[in-house]
């Protein structure tokens, strides 16, 4: 079974900045392409951005010009640095791994509230 192991949710005044985190195994890591979702309720789980496994990355258009997606291949993780963020970026946000299978991770919840 393929654990991805998401941190860095929380709490956030709007404009304020959350970095999440999502590590996963290397064999799974090295050629999946890597992604962040997120689930508000009552609406269907939407792409925020995605990476990869040789760096190229793709937005949504709400996550253009103020998040950032990196692979740290040290660490076997993805990440997603969430800056300017609004209240309108409160979601549940899944860690994805996608090629052969389809993996996700637990979630983690990021709530933009003043």
């Known amino acids: 079974q393929v654990q991805l192991v998401e941190s860095g949710g929380g709490l956030v005044p709007p404009g304020g900045s959350l970095r999440l985190s999502c590590a996963a195994p290397k064999n799974i890591f090295s050629i999946y392409t890597m992604g962040w979702y997120r689930q508000v309720p009552g609406k269907q789980r939407e792409l925020v951005a995605a990476?990869?496994?040789?760096?190229?990355?793709v937005y949504a258009d709400s996550a253009k010009g103020r998040f950032t997606i990196s692979r740290d291949n040290i660490k076997n993780a993805v990440d997603l640095q969430m800056n300017s963020l609004k209240p309108e970026d409160t979601a549940i946000y899944y860690c994805n791994a996608w090629w052969t299978n389809n993996y996700w991770g637990q979630g983690t919840q990021v709530t933009v509230s003043a």
């Open positions: 990476i990869s496994s040789g760096g190229s990355a």
